[in-house]
C-alpha cells in the first residue's frame, strides 16, 4: 500500500466518524423537552394549576403523565384522590400535541392543611410527587422522563413572599 492509500483510508474512516457523531448530536438536541410543575395563581390561593410545557425545539405529540396511587395518597392529606387528579395520571388522558414553547394547563385541586376535616382531600404543602412523562415526536420515538412535582406556590419557593 502505497502512503497516499493509507491516508485516503484514514481520511474516510474520520470522516465518517465525524458524520456519526454529528448526527447523533442532531438527534440529542432536536427534539422536544417536556416538562410538568406546579402552578399557583397567588401566594394565599389554595387552587393550583398543572403546567405542562414543551421546551425543547421541536413538537410533542401523545404526552401522557404517569404516577401510582400510592405515591399520590402519601402527597394528600387524606384517603381519596380528587377527579381532576384522578383524570390526569390514572386515565388514558392524553395532551394530542404541544407545539414547541407551548404550554398546556389543568386544574389541579388545591393546597390544604390536614388540621381542618373539610381539607381531606387536598395537596399537603411541600409534598413531592414522583412522575413519568412519556410522550413521542413526530418522528415516532418515544421519550421517558422521570421527574418530581412539588407542592409549593410557585411563586413563593420557601412558601412565603411579600405581596
Known amino acids: 500500500m502505497t502512503i497516499s492509500i493509507i491516508i485516503s483510508i484514514v481520511s474516510l474512516i474520520i470522516a465518517v466518524a465525524s458524520m456519526s457523531i ?16 406546579i402552578s399557583s395563581k397567588e401566594t394565599n390561593s389554595p387552587a393550583i394549576n ?3 410545557e414543551n421546551t425543547g425545539n421541536m413538537p410533542a405529540k401523545n404526552i401522557k403523565i ?11 392529606n387524606g ?3 380528587p377527579n ?6 390514572f386515565k388514558d388522558t392524553i395532551i394530542p400535541v404541544l407545539a414547541n414553547g407551548k404550554v398546556a394547563t389543568t386544574g389541579f385541586w388545591a393546597f390544604g392543611a390536614k388540621e ?9 404543602s411541600g409534598a413531592v410527587l414522583p412522575i413519568i412523562i412519556e410522550y413521542y415526536n ?3 420515538r418515544k421519550f421517558i ?12 419557593f420557601a412558601f412565603y413572599s411579600w405581596s
Open 22 to 37: 454529528n448526527y447523533w448530536l442532531w438527534r440529542k438536541i432536536n427534539r422536544p423537552v417536556v416538562t410538568a410543575r
Open 50 to 52: 398543572l403546567l405542562v
Open 66 to 76: 404517569i404516577s401510582n396511587r400510592k405515591d399520590v395518597l402519601s402527597c394528600l
Open 79 to 81: 384517603e381519596k384522590i
Open 84 to 89: 381532576d387528579v384522578n383524570e390526569v395520571l
Open 116 to 124: 381542618f376535616k373539610e381539607n381531606s382531600d387536598r395537596w399537603r
Open 138 to 140: 413526530f418522528e415516532g
Open 145 to 156: 422522563e422521570k421527574s418530581e412535582l412539588r407542592f409549593a406556590p410557585d411563586n413563593a
